[in-house]
């Protein structure tokens, strides 16, 4: 794409809302009964140390909340169920006992993402609450043990975070799931079969605003910034993407999209388009004195204007150049010229061998009639684009609604093998996200 700066930037911004109880039902879809034990009576202990067992269930669902505005905070209560059995060898014989008692663990985490796609979380612990204490049995007597089981968890609740943080880096993986979505982007589209019309998408940089929360619903915005180019012909050829650029974090995203639609034709079908008006038209001159017929033409660009190349038979017979600026007529939805006018060389011979070609209505004819359609594109386009943002379910529980209120042209631009006529596509656009799968 030759065309391409900030003015042409489009700019997809995606609403996203995640309900709370669908975080809550994921989580605790993932983890349930036994989710943790450690036998160390099988396989004794390298070092030596007491050998113990312990078995955690998790005994009720696990509670997610989340604080207020844009803190990214979740606030975890993990109801647990645990069995310990603790073994010590008195004399050479081994002596155990074991308890069973509930606990519920209560959590806080920060929650972003890096740059890099990297899901970082920062948890802390924030304390916990007894449903039964522990007790072991001696000698037929329930001896309370809160106090040590208390003074152990707390000794390590700290390693228990920054084991859970580090498994949710290692576990979570959003890079290869970013990528493929990436490159599906990436993909052209075929919005139009009948005029085989792909629609291209170029994305340059993805941007997120931070988490926040409003009652019960995560909220947060992505915007997709890139260039989109729709093309005629054959399917584009896109090799896949490797890599992804860094993440953007933005404070915020415009509520509304923008996107600048490249219509291209290229030099060659504008060529037979022209052909289909004016090859073998006549032209009369000075009462019938004088005629050209035109035979062919070929069109390409120069700087800002377009020059054709017509070539002649009848009183004049020869190839003969014009220029003019392309420009796009929003009433006729065309690509049409303006300021058409032989350029110096055909000008100068001309004049000495054709004064009354040159002072005649040639260029004005060709100028008044030489028109590349492109309406039919454009209303196609829109057509397509909007049946792509009605309910449409991108995942199980993702849905995408969404408004193209105007289209509206820009102008004309000349690329050494095509005329792009760009035109920009303004709505809105929103992503329901609910009962995640």
Same mark, same amino acid.
């Given at each position: &794409?030759?065309?391409?700066?900030e003015?042409?930037? !489009?700019?997809?911004?995606?609403?996203v809302?995640?309900?709370?109880?669908?975080?809550?039902?994921q989580?605790? =879809?993932?983890? #349930?009964?036994?989710?943790?034990?450690s036998?160390?009576?099988?396989?004794?202990?390298?070092?030596?140390?007491?050998?113990?067992?312990?078995?955690?269930?998790?005994?009720?669902?696990?509670?997610?909340?989340?604080?207020?505005?844009?803190? !990214?905070?979740?606030?975890?209560?993990?109801?647990?169920?645990?069995?310990?059995? $603790?073994?010590?060898?008195?004399?050479?014989? &081994?002596?155990?006992?074991?308890?069973?008692?509930?606990?519920?663990?209560?959590?806080?985490?920060?929650?972003s993402?890096?740059? #890099?796609?990297?899901?970082?979380?920062?948890?802390t612990?924030?304390?916990?609450?007894w449903?039964?204490? +522990?007790?072991?049995?001696?000698?037929?007597?329930a001896?309370? %043990?809160?106090?040590?089981?208390?003074?152990i968890?707390d000794?390590? *609740?700290?390693?228990?975070? =920054?084991?859970?943080?580090?498994?949710v880096?290692?576990?979570?993986?959003?890079?290869?799931?970013?990528?493929?979505?990436?490159?599906?982007?990436?993909?052209?589209?075929?919005?139009?079969?009948?005029?085989?019309?792909?629609?291209?998408?170029?994305?340059r940089?993805?941007?997120?605003?931070?988490?926040?929360?409003?009652?019960?619903?995560?909220?947060?915005? %992505?915007?997709?910034?890139?260039?989109?180019?729709?093309?005629?012909?054959?399917? +584009?050829?896109?090799?896949? $993407?490797v890599?992804?650029?860094? /993440?953007?974090?933005? +404070?915020?995203?415009?509520?509304?999209?923008?996107?600048?639609?490249? #219509?291209?034709a290229?030099?060659?079908?504008?060529?037979k388009? $022209?052909?289909?008006?004016?090859?073998?038209?006549?032209?009369?001159?000075?009462?019938?004195?004088?005629?050209?017929?035109?035979?062919?033409?070929?069109?390409?660009?120069q700087?800002?204007? /377009? %020059?054709?190349?017509?070539?002649?038979?009848? !009183?004049v017979?020869g190839n003969?150049? /014009?220029?003019?600026?392309?420009?796009?007529?929003?009433?006729? =939805?065309?690509?049409?010229?303006k300021d058409?006018?032989?350029?110096?060389e055909?000008s100068?011979?001309?004049?000495?061998?054709?004064?009354?070609?040159?002072?005649?209505?040639?260029?004005? &004819?060709?100028?008044?009639?030489?028109?590349?359609?492109?309406?039919?594109?454009?209303?196609?386009?829109?057509? !397509?684009?909007?049946?792509?943002?009605?309910?449409?379910? *991108?995942?199980?529980?993702?849905?995408?609604n969404?408004?193209?209120?105007?289209?509206?042209?820009?102008?004309?631009?000349?690329? +050494?093998?095509?005329?792009?006529a760009?035109?920009f $596509?303004?709505?809105?656009?929103?992503?329901k996200?609910?009962?995640?799968?």
């Amino acid at each position: &794409m030759e065309v391409r700066n900030e003015t042409y930037l !489009s700019t997809v911004n995606v609403p996203v809302r995640i309900a709370l109880r669908d975080v809550e039902q994921q989580i605790n =879809k993932q983890v #349930n009964g036994l989710i943790f034990e450690s036998n160390t009576f099988d396989t004794p202990a390298p070092d030596g140390s007491d050998p113990i067992h312990l078995k955690v269930w998790k005994r009720a669902p696990i509670g997610v909340s989340a604080a207020g505005g844009a803190d !990214s905070l979740f606030r975890f209560v993990v109801p647990l169920k645990i069995w310990a059995k $603790a073994g010590k060898r008195i004399l050479g014989f &081994m002596q155990s006992a074991d308890t069973e008692f509930e606990i519920t663990l209560k959590f806080a985490t920060r929650f972003s993402i890096d740059p #890099n796609w990297a899901v970082n979380t920062q948890t802390t612990a924030e304390g916990y609450e007894w449903g039964t204490k +522990p007790s072991v049995r001696l000698g037929g007597f329930a001896i309370p %043990i809160t106090g040590l089981v208390s003074r152990i968890i707390d000794r390590n *609740l700290g390693t228990i975070t =920054k084991s859970l943080d580090a498994e949710v880096r290692k576990q979570i993986d959003l890079r290869t799931p970013v990528l493929e979505a990436w490159n599906t982007v990436r993909t052209p589209y075929l919005l139009s079969d009948q005029y085989k019309t792909w629609l291209q998408v170029v994305p340059r940089r993805v941007l997120i605003t931070p988490l926040r929360f409003e009652g019960n619903v995560i909220r947060t915005q %992505i915007g997709l910034e890139g260039y989109t180019l729709t093309s005629v012909g054959n399917k +584009p050829a896109v090799k896949p $993407a490797v890599s992804l650029p860094d /993440l953007v974090v933005v +404070p915020t995203i415009k509520d509304d999209f923008q996107v600048g639609i490249l #219509n291209e034709a290229t030099y060659e079908e504008a060529a037979k388009l $022209a052909g289909q008006t004016f090859v073998g038209k006549r032209f009369d001159f000075q009462e019938g004195r004088y005629h050209v017929t035109i035979e062919d033409i070929d069109l390409y660009g120069q700087n800002d204007n /377009l %020059i054709i190349k017509a070539g002649l038979s009848g !009183s004049v017979t020869g190839n003969i150049y /014009l220029k003019g600026r392309p420009y796009y007529d929003p009433e006729t =939805k065309t690509v049409a010229l303006k300021d058409l006018q032989y350029d110096l060389e055909t000008s100068s011979w001309l004049q000495r061998t054709a004064s009354w070609l040159l002072k005649g209505t040639l260029a004005r &004819m060709l100028e008044k009639q030489f028109t590349i359609p492109v309406g039919d594109q454009i209303t196609e386009i829109q057509r !397509s684009v909007q049946t792509q943002l009605k309910n449409n379910q *991108l995942a199980k529980g993702v849905v995408l609604n969404g408004q193209i209120d105007e289209i509206w042209p820009d102008g004309v631009y000349l690329t +050494p093998t095509a005329i792009l006529a760009v035109v920009f $596509a303004k709505g809105k656009v929103d992503v329901k996200v609910e009962g995640l799968q």
